[in-house]
């Protein structure tokens, strides 16, 4: 089956770091396009970053710029989300997802990804 399944979630200080992990299973990751979407509690789905199948191109929203950093291993099937400089406002379920129909592109819409994580919590306060 397909399948996406995120790790690495956890509780840190303000400043901390955290590495997340999205491994797929049931398919061949390199033919998609991987993004990462948050979500608060009471709030819209939104998007982090996504990265092109290939990892040829990333993107970031503007609030994590310079502090997070997507990356893919495609011979281990697995993207990775490594935030850094963590603040209380990242906290929020993360999300991996795959597009297979975007592939080489990059997009922050829920309805272009695929595949879905259940999530992992990531809570930053002191």
């Known amino acids: 089956q397909f399948q996406l399944v995120e790790s690495g979630g956890n509780s840190v200080q303000p400043g901390g770091s955290l590495r997340l992990s999205c491994a797929a299973s049931?398919?061949?990751?390199?033919?998609?396009?991987v993004a990462w979407f948050l979500q608060a509690p009471g709030d819209e789905r939104e998007g982090v970053s996504c990265i092109t199948n290939s990892g040829g191109w990333e993107y970031y929203i503007d609030p994590v710029k310079g502090r997070f950093t997507t990356s893919r291993d495609n011979a281990a099937n697995m993207v990775y989300l490594q935030m850094n400089n963590l603040k209380p406002e990242d906290t929020a379920v993360y999300y991996c997802?795959?597009?297979?129909?975007?592939?080489?592109?990059?997009?922050?819409?829920?309805?272009?990804?695929?595949?879905w994580g259940r999530g992992t919590q990531v809570t930053v306060s002191s």
């Open positions: 049931g398919f061949t990751l390199e033919y998609y396009a």
């Open positions: 997802a795959a597009s297979w129909n975007i592939q080489a592109l990059c997009a922050m819409r829920p309805r272009e990804y695929d595949i």
